[in-house]
């Protein structure tokens, strides 16, 4: 199409001639007709079968190189460098693989791809022969009810399993992380709230604090509440002490969490409820907290999983006992890292399966604690 501006006369009634500019229309055809031809979109998340037998053939290639390589041909010995040369081996053997009928995006998308899941399959492996490893050794002490409702009160190092248990330990934990929770759920959830609602510079101060804090070495907590506490204060060592120390260490998980969680809850909630004329504190009791009502308990139980194995503190605030204490303020309270910790020092061998046995129901508990945070923070059927 062309417009032609070219001015054409106009007779007015009085004689005047006024030029005024006409537009035509022109039907113009392309310069050329000529298709322009796109590759072929690759999808990237699929795999043919004449890929996946590549792959099977590389790793089991790599397989056969890294024996005769470290067992045959160099003197290399140990499981390690087996590994590490079987994955060198494959990675380099599929990257020759695939630049055989492939350009250089998909040679570097098949190495990227393979070094992730082999990552994914190492850490896996580990978790999982920790687990079994855990509990194999531990399933001596389990076998026996009395493990769960004993105490150690008159065992010595050399009697049977069937007599004692971890029950102090248990009940000294629970005890411990239940003040703990208590004490960190309305200070972490608010500090929370005050960096996300609030804002501000000082927000931004407290919220490099937080931060920091994520980090604290479990040795410092227990250095302050013993400094402040017990010291300070002289308060005797007990499970109050110790549940403070475990808050320390809580808090800045649970705070940290519950800002991310906040701070994804959408604007225009609190823009729609600010709009109907709800006060701000209204607004983030009856629209944001609901709202992130699943990340906020997820963010609990991390901060739960995170106290619930510490050793240091209680060491240092409360101590060992070998008798049943429910009282938080009547004296020292044993928990469960820490029986782990006295018993595994000890060299007997029986102590030694007592400290996997506790160890088994440590693991167990802090997993079903992790599945807990998992399923809570599923999306609901019905929301994006």
């Given at each position: ?129 920790t687990v079994t490893f ?156 609901p709202t992130a009502r ?72 802090v997993l079903i604690l ?15």
């Open positions: 199409m062309s417009i032609d501006l070219e001015p054409r006369p106009i007779v007015t009634g009085a004689s005047v001639t006024v030029e005024a500019p006409v537009l035509t229309f022109v039907r113009t055809e392309p310069a050329s007709t000529d298709v322009v031809e796109t590759a072929p979109r690759r999808i990237l998340s699929t795999t043919t079968a004449e890929q996946r037998f590549e792959l099977v053939g590389c790793w089991v290639a790599a397989f056969a190189l890294s024996w005769l390589i470290c067992g045959r041909l160099l003197p290399w010995h140990g499981a390690l460098i087996f590994v590490v040369v079987t994955v060198v081996a494959g990675i380099s053997l599929l990257a020759m693989m695939t630049a055989l009928d492939a350009g250089w995006p998909e040679v570097v998308d098949r190495i990227v791809s393979s070094t992730v899941h082999l990552g994914a399959l190492l850490v896996g492996f580990a978790l999982m022969s855990v509990l194999f050794r531990g399933s001596s002490s389990l076998l026996h009810l009395n493990t769960f409702f004993d105490d150690m009160s008159g065992v010595g190092p050399r009697d049977p399993l069937n007599r004692g248990g971890v029950a102090h330990a248990i009940v000294g934990s629970l005890i411990q992380i239940g003040i703990a929770i208590v004490v960190t759920i309305p200070l972490g959830i608010g500090t929370a709230i005050y960096m996300t609602e609030i804002g501000g510079r000082f927000a931004r101060i407290v919220r490099t604090i937080v931060e920091a804090m994520t980090a604290l070495p479990s040795i410092v907590a227990g250095l302050f509440i013993y400094t402040t506490l017990i010291v300070g204060l002289e308060m005797p060592r007990s499970g109050l002490a110790a549940a403070m120390a475990l808050a320390v260490m809580m808090l800045p998980i649970i705070a940290r969490a519950s800002d991310v969680v906040l701070r994804v809850v959408p604007g225009n909630l609190r823009e729609a409820s600010l709009a109907l004329g709800a006060s701000r504190w209204r607004t983030v009791w009856h629209i944001v907290l699943p990340g906020l308990a997820t963010a609990v139980i991390l901060g739960v999983a995170r106290g619930i194995g510490e050793t240091s503190p209680v060491l240092l605030t409360s101590g060992t006992a070998a008798f049943m204490v429910t009282s938080p303020t009547g004296g020292v309270m044993n928990s469960l890292p820490l029986f782990i910790f006295s018993t595994a020092r000890s060299g007997e061998p029986l102590y030694i399966d007592r400290a996997y046995g506790a160890a088994s129901i440590l693991l167990l508990l992790f599945v807990t945070a998992r399923l809570l923070a599923r999306p609901r059927k019905g929301t994006r």
